[in-house]
């Protein structure tokens, strides 16, 4: 989380693409909510002033200009994995970069090409790979 903040320059895991949360208590361990670079994104589909464009494999790209900051785009995304800029209110968009698997010590993270029809990007076992394509 404090890797994706920072490629912002900024350090608040507030502002990160990226979270982990609790599964629900300590034997059930945490879960990564981030963005899986939809080829259909939900989120692009809801947004009324068209300022989520779809990314070549998968995904969306924010155009900052043409938010709202309605929120729309948060509501929809299947994953729960849009966070919000409080500052300048409008979401925060996960780019793909794959700089969190690159810092993620323990290889949980992996940024790859999933080239499966409809499938959603999905991170490799326990090992880390950085592919971004
Ligand atoms: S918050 Fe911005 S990007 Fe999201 S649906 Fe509204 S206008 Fe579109
Ligand atoms: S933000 Fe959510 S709905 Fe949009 S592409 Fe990513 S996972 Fe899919």
Not at 29 to 49: L, M, N, W
Not at 60 to 85: F, K, M, S
Not at 116 to 121: D, I
Request: proline share 7%; glycine share 10%; with cysteine.
């Amino acid at each position: 989380m404090f890797a994706c903040a920072r490629r912002n320059d900024v350090v608040s895991l507030s502002l990160a693409c990226i979270k982990v949360r609790s599964a629900g208590g300590i034997s059930r361990g945490f879960r990564v909510i981030v963005c899986r670079a939809c080829e259909d994104p939900p989120c692009a589909k809801v947004c009324p002033e068209d300022a989520l464009t779809l990314r070549k494999g998968g995904g969306v790209t924010l155009i900052p200009e043409l938010c709202i900051g309605c929120g729309l785009c948060r509501q929809a995304c299947v994953v729960g994995a849009i966070h919000w800029d409080r500052r300048i209110n409008k979401p925060l968009i996960c780019i793909h970069c794959g700089t969190c698997a690159q810092h993620c010590p323990y290889g949980v993270l992996g940024l790859v090409r999933n080239d499966r029809p409809g499938a959603l990007a999905a991170a490799p076992s326990r090992k880390a790979i950085h592919d971004p394509g």
